[in-house]
């Protein structure tokens, strides 16, 4: 019986499992570079956890399913609610600041298209009781750091940033009142993605006021933060929200990476739960899917039952990235090894196979990886075998042993081949 | 709203974090050493697959639900069925033999229990296309290498070695029909968990001839392959099944690990799955569940519509390995570092923040890891913040930054310090 693998999931056969672990080992570095600490939790977790931030329309995006206790429980679809959880749970334990990662992997029941998946792999940093906005600055700085260690340049990734406080403060200054601002946001998120004329459609459905939607069209089109005072008469409030996006930038550019840099007011994120900075990293074509998101959210905590302690994090997935590195030639089926072998052993007598499995568990033992061949070959054969291993040396045992009690050992990258005596090998 | 992790479940602070981390990172050492490659399948199947090698019963122990679809689907509670689907379907195009290994999150809704929980990790090797028992031993090899690799030596661990092939000819010697062999296989497994007696009584269910009982018992207590000529008389068959598994011993011996090694006939695994070899890794001390399993199953890629290509392979969760290692005191909470830290950056000078943040940047960019505190603070309080994050260095800018462009640089475990030029450090 023939049975195929589910839509929307990958079988990761050992050239697509290089691939993962070179994207996945590489956000763990960045993480350890920049001093987070990994975490994770359960692949799934009660339904309702996942209600709480997201609401009742994320049961439709989820995997659930009943228990046999009658529970309901679902994939996790992100983890920041686990984290929260976590977080919450031992709140007074924990050492404060709290900087955290985690790699997991996430399941969403979403129609697959491209750089989105029903399966994927997510980096996430999260810091947590840092009120100033410098960790704001620190989690776009490890995004562009990794992202910088692969290669991409400005040239090939924008850091586009914005502040939820200082929108809706601005909103409210031109007269929206806050009750509407949560629906206004996911109308916002969209601008980039749509024609100007359907944006402005949108926007006339929720507000009527023709002046309150010319001004917002231009306030999403504003490219730098200090043109806004000149759109806006500021009070202090929003005085206070553009002071701290300007400390944001100022803090990039002593961290180096302000060349990345862009305010972009049209970066608003879907979600109701950022309450400051927010940022995407896209690729400066602007072709695909943002490769990472996030920014403050500091009522997540409260929000799940806990105290009130900040946070600030982002999220970024494999699927976009991967597609990103592949167009910019960064990453390609050769660049990554799936496998290196340190030794391979070719016996060419089967009168001394049995010194064959003798030395390559000897080899292993000492640390070193090597392969065998099942059974004596031709040594040609044997050579191809060490080659697609991608070995370093190749063991040969033949006559030499017989006759002095030697191994052949070839250099696979020079040729050359020297003999050593078998019983002085790796002592 | 409080809500709590579900039961079974684990969540991974960063001091469980480091443990999962250092067991799955044993294993995938052991696997590189070993010369197998690294694949993985998706989180869920179709619940249909699981089914074909364990039957129905399967489905209760597994998290299933139903997609918008329709589709029945289940996470994973093994990895072989995900393995053998990915091999059949490349089947024509994948070199072989294959040696993969992989290290899946694995969930089944069992009721928890010591060394048993609903969602688990699993190191999987499996080693396809060999017919050669030099492979069942090559995997029993692996399977100690790492477990040696520990610090476990041959008082602490014991490879119990059985055949399925030589069980099953010897009981249709002492006449059990070969269509009652798989429902006898469960009940043979049972007994190194049951009294005497109570085995006995299982087989009296199963066997209605005493001699044939009484054959069993004798058999299943039988320490050496060798002793088997004398309670059997052995046909051709038989011989080649005894020999096959005498070869196992012989090369385990030539691969230095024979002092780990006992034939044990009661070990059966089981599932009716099972061809050749089949072993488990048990503590010596015989009070935990087995520690790994495994053994040769050359029907499975058939049994998944796929041609008649042999395997073998070996199955180790983490969690009866984590309690064992406790308990030998080869792994402790202080044995795995939660962080290590290249530097940490301590200002003392309001004025200077700045250039903590520069500097931060500038080491991390430099590949190494930093952490930096987030405000200026007494001295004591960083280098104490410095410690819990095992930094190897602390770098304080204060005064000496000042007054001469210096940094000092303090040695965490000397406690020396030393003053380097601002513009030179790092460079």
Redesign the interface.
């Known amino acids: 019986?023939?049975?195929?693998?589910?839509?929307g999931?990958?079988?990761?056969?050992?050239p697509q499992?290089?691939v993962?672990?070179f994207i996945v080992d590489g956000w763990k570095a960045a993480s350890?570079?920049?001093?987070f600490?990994?975490?994770?939790?359960?692949?799934?977790?009660?339904l309702?956890?996942y209600q709480?931030k997201s609401g009742d329309e994320i049961v439709?995006q989820l995997?659930?399913?009943e228990?046999?206790?009658g529970?309901h429980?679902a994939?996790r679809p992100e983890i920041t609610p686990?984290l929260a959880?976590?977080v919450?749970?031992?709140i007074n334990a924990l050492?404060r600041?709290i900087?955290?990662f985690s790699v997991p992997?996430l399941?969403r029941?979403e129609r697959p298209q491209k750089g989105r998946l029903r399966?994927f792999f997510q980096w996430n940093i999260d810091i947590i009781d840092?009120e100033?906005v410098?960790?704001d600055a620190e989690v776009v700085?490890c995004s562009l750091?990794y992202l910088?260690s692969l290669g991409l340049t400005s040239k090939d990734v924008v850091a586009k940033i914005s502040s939820r406080r200082l929108l809706a403060a601005v909103l409210k200054n031109i007269g929206i009142p806050e009750t509407q601002l949560d629906s206004l946001y996911p109308i916002l998120d969209k601008k980039p993605k749509i024609p100007v004329g359907a944006f402005v459609e949108l926007l006339e459905k929720e507000i009527d006021n023709p002046d309150t939607v010319r001004m917002i069209v231009k306030l999403m089109d504003v490219q730098s933060v200090d043109d806004i005072p000149a759109l806006v008469k500021l009070n202090d409030e929003e005085q206070a929200a553009l002071d701290e996006l300007t400390q944001v930038f100022a803090?990039l550019k002593?961290?180096?990476?302000v060349d990345f840099c862009r305010f972009d007011m049209g970066i608003v994120r879907g979600l109701a739960y950022y309450t400051g900075m927010v940022f995407e990293i896209h690729d400066v074509a602007g072709d695909l899917r943002a490769i990472c998101g996030g920014g403050r959210y500091d009522n997540l905590l409260s929000d799940?039952?806990g105290p009130k302690v900040t946070a600030t994090g982002m999220g970024m997935g494999d699927a976009v990235l991967e597609i990103l590195l592949r167009e910019k030639g960064l990453l390609t089926d050769d660049s990554v090894a799936?496998?290196t072998?340190d030794y391979f052993v070719a016996c060419v007598d089967d009168a001394l196979f049995?010194r064959a499995?003798?030395l390559?568990?000897?080899i292993?033992?000492k640390?070193?990886?090597?392969?065998l061949n099942?059974?004596t070959n031709t040594l040609k054969k044997q050579i191809k075998a060490a080659d697609?291993?991608n070995a370093s040396r190749c063991i040969i045992i033949g006559g030499e042993l017989k006759e002095s009690n030697q191994l052949v050992v070839k250099d696979m990258k020079t040729g050359q081949q020297e003999l050593i005596d078998a019983d002085t090998f790796l002592k």
């Open positions: 019986m023939k049975i195929q693998a589910v839509k999931t990958r079988d990761f056969y050992p499992m290089a993962r672990n350890i570079r920049n001093g600490v990994e975490y994770d939790g359960p692949i799934f977790e009660y309702q956890m709480i439709e995997f659930n399913f228990d046999r206790g529970r429980l994939i686990t959880r976590m919450n749970q031992q050492a600041p900087k955290w992997r399941c029941a399966e840092v100033d410098l960790a700085y750091d910088r803090r002593q961290m180096g990476v799940f039952g799936v496998q072998l049995n499995v003798e390559t568990a000897k292993r033992q640390g070193y990886s090597a392969n099942y059974k697609s291993m």
